[in-house]
């Protein structure tokens, strides 16, 4: 099953995982424009709903007069899948290439870095 996202889905699934809670078209429009800047009409919101529901990535419930909008896939495995491909896409595979390039290039501050070194002694004590 594709679980592959466009930008726009993956702005309305950080919506519905970040509320913790079940939502309608309604709510997510409502909170997409008070969250994150976007300002989609009902019907796209709903278009975009059902192409999730397609390939299962949400499924919805009727409750009283409207839909209820439910997140079926984890943020942290969906995270850790597109973190797969783009280390296989960018990086051809290699942890070290990513993560030196991410040090190399981003304004990554000092106390970040001395946190991710006690992260990797910790893994390479374990």
């Known amino acids: 099953m ?9 702005v309305i699934m950080q919506c519905l995982w970040e509320s913790g809670e079940d939502l309608t078209v309604y709510e997510i429009k409502e909170r997409l424009k008070a969250y994150y800047g976007k300002d989609y009409a009902d019907n796209a919101v ?22 209820q909008w439910h997140v079926e896939i984890d943020m942290e495995a969906y995270r850790k899948q597109e973190l797969d491909n783009f280390k296989k896409q960018w990086y051809h595979g ?11 290039t981003s304004d990554i501050t000092k106390e970040d870095l001395q ?12």
């Open 2 to 10: 594709d679980r592959k996202m466009t930008p726009a889905e993956e």
């Open 46 to 67: 709903a278009t975009f709903m059902k192409n999730l529901l397609k390939r299962g990535l949400v499924s919805r419930y009727k409750k009283h007069h409207s839909y």
């Open 94 to 104: 290699s942890g070290y290439s990513m993560f030196a390039s991410f040090v190399e």
């Open 115 to 126: 946190k991710m070194k006690e992260l990797l002694d910790e893994y390479m004590d374990g």
